[in-house]
């Protein structure tokens, strides 16, 4: 197989460091792999298995030579340097909802819709976090039953934040049992005007909110991004919050379908879906929850219920590590149908 030189932008972030693990563990052929930051980490030594890299800054002049790039530094910075790797011959798998919702754009979870890779023009966006767990658990649902309509609540870890989300947690649970009062620096989003503590509480605002419709950003994500990917007006109503979880999202998903529910049809579509585990047996209390699976890269489904008033009514929770299947392992499951597909 064909060996590629690679490239992680933003490699020493919470998605970053998992691509890093996901590009060994799941055998995406490399020659050579350059991790870029920003200056605030250059020199910075990352080792990993019996590999260590030097962290290099990120500068237009960063792809030359690079077949594929990863990148998972925020959006600004994919608005900024995606053009710069496209001009230098580099495939750009972008985490950032800054390309996703270009026409031009594949957005792509692989079980789900693979077949749009082909029309690739240099960059493909990868989903947001909370969408690629519901498609994926509901991609076979909706092949069979036509889905028409989605109500989802999210129950969200901090690492959806990224580091900072991660480390304010730690923070204020340690100062609320110390009995201070916790201090709110980043959550629920760096860029509005206040912050809440997250230890001991639920935040109903994940991103900033678009006043004129009264949803949070994350929750217009789910509702666009969901349509572009199925390829279909499916009805999405979306409550996003962010929960004292350090990683791993949890989602209530009722869908209303064409076709009336048949449960043990439903059964067996989701045991048979690829990526995901079906994780339901109630007399053994056998359901997902996030602290479960944390560092795997499967979307994990229970809770499978029929709604009591309608027959075409489903109830489900889908739990997924955000950090792998939302982000770094959809990435390089993205790179890895590419060569797949000969497209890389
Ligand atoms: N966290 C999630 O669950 C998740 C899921 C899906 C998508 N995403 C998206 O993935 C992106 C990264 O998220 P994250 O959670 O990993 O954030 P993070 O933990 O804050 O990491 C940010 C990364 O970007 C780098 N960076 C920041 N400014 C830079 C600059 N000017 N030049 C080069 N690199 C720069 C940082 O490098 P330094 O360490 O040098 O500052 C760090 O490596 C975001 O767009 C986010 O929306 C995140």
Same mark, same amino acid.
């Given at each position: 197989m064909k060996k590629l030189n690679v490239a992680i932008v933003g490699a020493t972030g919470a998605v970053g460091e998992e691509m890093l693990r996901c590009i060994y563990e799941f055998n995406f052929p490399f020659e050579s792999l350059k991790l870029l930051a920003s200056s605030r980490s250059k020199g910075k030594e990352v080792v990993f298995k019996e590999d260590t890299y030097i962290v290099e800054e990120l500068t237009?002049? &960063?792809?030359?030579?690079?077949?594929v790039a990863f990148f998972a530094a925020g959006g600004s910075i994919s608005a900024k340097f995606v053009p710069f790797a496209i001009e230098a011959g580099c495939v750009c798998i972008d985490n950032? &909802?800054?390309?996703?919702?270009?026409?031009?754009v594949p957005l792509v979870v692989p079980e789900v819709n +693979? !077949? +749009?890779?082909?029309?690739?023009?240099?960059v493909i966006a990868n989903p947001n976090c909370t969408t690629i767990q519901m498609v994926s658990a509901l991609t076979q649902l909706n092949d069979y039953f036509d889905i028409e309509r989605i109500i989802v609540s999210t129950y969200q870890a901090v690492s959806g934040a990224g580091v900072a989300g991660m480390e304010e947690l730690y923070r204020q649970s340690r100062e609320v049992l110390d009995g201070q009062e916790p201090v709110a620096k980043?959550?629920?989003?760096? &860029?509005?005007k206040k912050h809440f503590p997250i230890a001991f509480n639920c935040i109903?605002?994940?991103?900033?909110?678009?006043l004129d419709c009264g949803y949070s950003k994350e929750e217009l994500k789910m509702v666009n991004e969901t349509k572009k990917i199925f390829n279909k007006d499916i009805k999405v109503n979306a409550t996003c919050v962010r929960v004292p979880v350090l990683r791993g999202h949890s989602e209530s998903v009722y869908i209303e379908t064409k076709k009336p529910i048949d449960m043990d049809k439903v059964m067996e579509l989701l045991g048979n &879906?690829? @990526?995901?585990?079906? !994780?339901?047996d109630l007399t053994n209390q056998i359901y997902p929850m996030a602290?479960?699976?944390? @560092?795997?890269?499967l979307v994990h489904v229970g809770r499978v219920r029929k709604d009591l008033h309608n027959d075409h009514g489903l109830n489900l929770w889908v739990v997924a590590d955000q950090l792998m299947k939302g982000a770094a392992y959809n990435s390089v499951d993205i790179g890895l149908k590419m060569i797949e597909m000969d497209l890389l």
């Open positions: 237009e002049t &960063s792809f030359e030579g690079v077949d950032t &909802s800054h390309f996703r919702m270009d026409p031009e +693979a !077949y +749009a890779l082909k029309d690739h023009k240099g980043t959550l629920p989003c760096g &860029s509005d109903p605002q994940v991103d900033m909110f678009d &879906s690829h @990526g995901v585990d079906l !994780y339901d602290n479960l699976f944390i @560092g795997d890269e």
